[in-house]
């Protein structure tokens, strides 16, 4: 009686649209009828594009299609199955109700824009199956507070998480050896940045307005920084780098830097 209890409740959270009720309840189908015939009931049919509240998507879905559910702004959470290869293009681009997402261990793209504009998005857990993020895809998350980078990302794409100014620090992956054009700008509440000894070059624009930035520790390896890299950064007061970027500061608008510290190498 009490692992049908245990079901019934978790038949009822599901229900509710909580994220890991459903991903109980999809464990518990393969065996049980009842648990099966509850999930059927949460599954999204494709028949309303004004989708409301939890989209739970069918297992042996391998691609979300172009601006499949493009300014659909009802949608709460969202549990992507676990046969998902690829997100395309705009797929959830101005979904501004958009809270939480699933995202599963088979996934390996996130296109151009998937989940731009999606101001109500408040954390990103990416497994370590991805290794390609579209440029812009996370740009204009407002209220983004945490995000889980996969491990084997080798690029943070131009534009990617501009204009996410609640987002308060990001670990960069070990494997990432570029960050593109304006790839942070105007993320105004970074205070916390880790980048990787592999990269070799920022782009144009890279921290452009990172008003919180106080400090920054920049790897031996780095070769190239762009134009205005660190523009605007008006709090950066510390710097840490080698030689080989040593005119980085040069001519910035805004910048008060009081310690510049040489690695020798």
Do not use: H, M
């Not at 309840?25 to 309303?48: F, W």
């Not at 009802?74 to 998902?84: A, R, T």
């Not at 921290?207 to 920054?216: A, R, S």
């Amino acid at each position: 009686e009490s692992d049908n209890e245990d079901l019934q409740k978790i038949i009822l959270d599901a229900s509710n649209g909580e994220v890991s009720a459903i991903l109980k309840l999809k464990k518990l189908a393969k065996e049980n009828i009842q648990a099966k015939e509850s999930l059927e009931k949460l599954y999204y049919n494709g028949d309303n594009k004004n989708a409301v509240g939890t989209l739970v998507l069918r297992d042996g879905l391998k691609y979300i299609d172009e601006r499949a559910f493009q300014g659909c702004i009802n949608i709460v959470k969202v549990v992507l199955p676990d046969s998902l290869v690829g997100i395309y293009n705009d797929a959830f681009q101005d979904c501004i109700s958009l809270e939480d997402v699933y995202f599963p261990q088979t996934l390996t793209s996130i296109g151009q824009q998937a989940f731009d504009g999606c101001t109500n998005l408040k954390k990103i857990n990416l497994p370590d199956s991805v290794t390609e993020i579209g440029d812009e895809a996370f740009k204009g998350c407002t209220n983004l507070k945490e995000v889980k980078l996969p491990a084997g990302l080798t690029k943070i794409g131009n534009i990617l998480f501009s204009g996410c100014e609640s987002l308060p620090k990001i670990e960069i992956p070990d494997s990432v050896t570029t960050i593109g054009n304006w790839a942070f700008n105007g993320c105004t509440a970074l205070k916390e940045i880790n980048l990787p000894d592999n990269l070799t070059s920022i782009g144009n624009y890279a921290f452009q307005d990172c008003t919180g930035l106080k400090e920054i520790n920049l790897p031996d390896n780095l070769t190239t920084i762009d134009n205005w890299a660190f523009d605007g950064c008006t709090d950066l007061k510390s710097v840490t780098c080698s030689g080989k970027v040593k005119d980085l500061f040069s001519g910035y608008s805004g910048l008060n830097i009081e310690k510049i510290t040489w690695n020798i190498i």
